[in-house]
């Protein structure tokens, strides 16, 4: 199986800032990568797919970037509704592993 | 607007089988594929299967030492998935999500259900 991991697995922030989630693959899965949010007590919700592709929906704020084995999800200008859980995932090769989540939390 | 209902809250014994259902509406049910996730309270997500919407072609997570089968009904548009030697470390949210028609054409998970709580007693 191919391995994701995730970092920071816990991040505090505060509204307006900047910040930036990393995901490491285990070998290359470029670019089958996507970005989840999920908030307590809902499913997950699909941010970013194929590496920088924003669902439909998911404000610009949000963007994805990476190649290879090393991909990121940035946050730009932190809004309230932000703080969530995220996991990256790769669907390359199954089994689709997901990371271990980066839980967003306020400053 | 595509859709993924999924049956209600389950609870079984130890050792005893369970059997989740998914219906989809609003797309093309044969054109994806039905991915299956779980998470354990307070833990990450965990993919545990995958079948095609128009092929037996399928897929399950190897560590579940074969417990897992999905499944599909084209003709009412319902996926299972049915986990069979239950312990207490299987108890969670079973998710099922839109995905894959064919492993040769890669489909983020776009489309989620709204969970169905699995709990593992003695």
């Known amino acids: 199986d191919i391995q994701m991991t995730q970092s920071p697995s816990t991040l505090s922030a505060s509204i307006g800032d900047r910040v930036t989630i990393t995901c490491r693959a285990s070998?290359?899965?470029?670019?089958?990568l996507a970005w989840f949010q999920q908030k307590p007590g809902k499913a997950p919700g699909l941010l970013i797919y194929?590496?920088?592709k924003l669902q439909t929906g998911v404000p610009s704020r949000f963007s994805g970037s990476g190649s290879g084995t090393e991909f990121t999800l940035t946050i730009n200008n932190l809004q309230p509704d932000d703080f969530a859980t995220y996991y990256c995932?790769?669907?390359?090769?199954?089994?689709?592993?997901f990371g271990q989540g980066t839980k967003l939390e306020v400053k | 607007q595509p859709q993924l209902v999924q049956s209600a809250s389950e609870v079984k014994k130890s050792g005893a089988s369970v059997r989740v259902s998914c219906r989809a509406s609003?797309?093309?049910?044969?054109?994806?594929?039905i991915t299956w996730v779980r998470q354990a309270p307070g833990q990450g997500l965990e993919w545990i299967g995958w079948?095609?919407?128009?092929?037996?072609?399928?897929e399950d997570e190897q560590k579940l030492q074969g417990r897992v089968t999905v499944t599909i009904d084209t003709s009412t548009e319902t996926a299972y998935m049915e986990l069979r030697g239950l312990t207490f470390d299987d108890s969670g949210i079973y998710y099922c999500?839109?995905?894959?028609?064919?492993?040769?054409?890669?489909?983020?998970?776009?489309?989620w259900g709204q969970g169905t709580v699995v709990t593992v007693s003695s």
């Open positions: 079948i095609s919407g128009h092929t037996n072609d399928k």
């Open positions: 194929k590496t920088s």
């Open positions: 609003g797309y093309t049910f044969t054109g994806y594929g």
């Open positions: 999500a839109r995905g894959p028609g064919s492993r040769l054409l890669p489909h983020a998970l776009d489309v």
């Open positions: 070998q290359t899965i470029s670019p089958w």
């Open positions: 995932q790769q669907y390359s090769t199954y089994s689709y592993t």
